[in-house]
């Protein structure tokens, strides 16, 4: 009698203090996130800082440009909506951004080379995010999907090649994706500051605000799997071997929200032609900011490697 009252105790403690926050956890880390602005996050204050000046030029360069709002809808039935940059190109870098990011938070400065570069823009908003319809991210497991729909957009607007760039969780979607690319027009892949999986990332951000991510995460991936059928232990790395387009990775050494050895993980999983940038000192989505002239020439040098004129 004592042994089950013990064992009652402890299912009620584990119920009330960790299965019921990892549950909250869960709908507070998938539910819908607004994609706050650079302009008003007070961007002088966070890694953005000391790109300001390269920040602003590039999104004015690239506001002076005319573009669209263009519309599709996900295999789901969800709206999803991207900024079509429309140079007449035969090539389309197609972009998807981070986790509560907006595709201008993420690639004003790439996106202004690109479009140098000879490459039409779709600057895709992420479902759950900013313009776009939903109400729940799947960290990159659902988003692939989007990824595909959007890549078959570009091909039907008349793309002869395409690039897809990934930052962050968008990242992670463009791996996802990476086995399912065969018979489309993608040459090359770009992956910066990707997570390993979600699973591993909850896991990091637990871990950075010391709560007990082994005994929180279960209860968060079956919420995952009963809510939105989605397994958020499943690699990045799984599709990656799988694939044999051309991939270039861009991580930071001090990236405070996905931890490099993620991203060499990735790397090293992939099954194509590839190369890691790795950046000195760089924090979260800003490797090419900070990696300068070496950053910018990997660029250049792996569309002219990948990408025909």
């Not at 032609?273 to 250049?300: C, M, N, W």
Request: with cysteine; net charge positive.
């Amino acid at each position: 009698m004592i042994a089950l009252k013990i064992a009652a105790g402890l299912l009620l403690f584990y119920v009330v203090f960790l299965a019921a926050p990892a549950v909250v956890a869960y709908f507070a880390a998938f539910s819908r996130k607004r994609g706050t602005p650079l302009e008003e996050m007070r961007p002088e204050k966070t890694y953005y800082g000391p790109y300001l000046p390269r920040l602003t030029a590039a999104g004015a360069f690239l506001e002076a440009i005319p573009h669209r709002p263009v519309e599709i809808r996900a295999r789901d039935g969800v709206r999803l909506l991207a900024d079509w940059y429309d140079g007449g190109f035969p090539r389309t870098a197609v972009c998807v951004h981070g986790y509560r990011a907006t595709p201008m938070n993420n690639f004003r400065v790439q996106g202004k080379k690109l479009w140098e570069l000879g490459f039409n823009l779709l600057l895709v908003h992420q479902r759950a995010h900013g313009v776009s319809g939903g109400s729940w991210t799947g960290l990159g497991l659902i988003e692939q999907y989007d990824l595909l729909d959007w890549e078959k957009w570009a091909e039907e607007d008349g793309a002869k090649q395409v690039l897809l760039f990934g930052m962050s969780m968008g990242s992670a979607a463009v791996g996802y994706a990476a086995d399912k690319l065969e018979g489309t027009r993608v040459k090359g892949m770009i992956l910066d500051c990707g997570f390993s999986s979600p699973y591993d990332q909850l896991m990091w951000d637990c871990k950075k605000r010391r709560l007990p991510g082994k005994l929180m995460l279960p209860v968060m991936a079956l919420c995952a799997r009963v809510h939105q059928g989605i397994d958020i232990r499943t690699p990045v790395a799984d599709a990656l071997k799988k694939t044999h387009v051309p991939a270039l990775f861009y991580h930071g050494t001090a990236d405070s929200v996905v931890p490099p050895e993620q991203g060499r993980a990735n790397f090293a999983a992939c099954g194509g032609p590839r190369e890691f940038i790795e950046v000195e000192g760089a924090d979260h989505t800003v490797s090419y900011l900070k990696g300068g002239k070496r950053a910018e020439q990997a660029l250049e040098d792996f569309i002219r490697r990948s990408f025909t004129e």
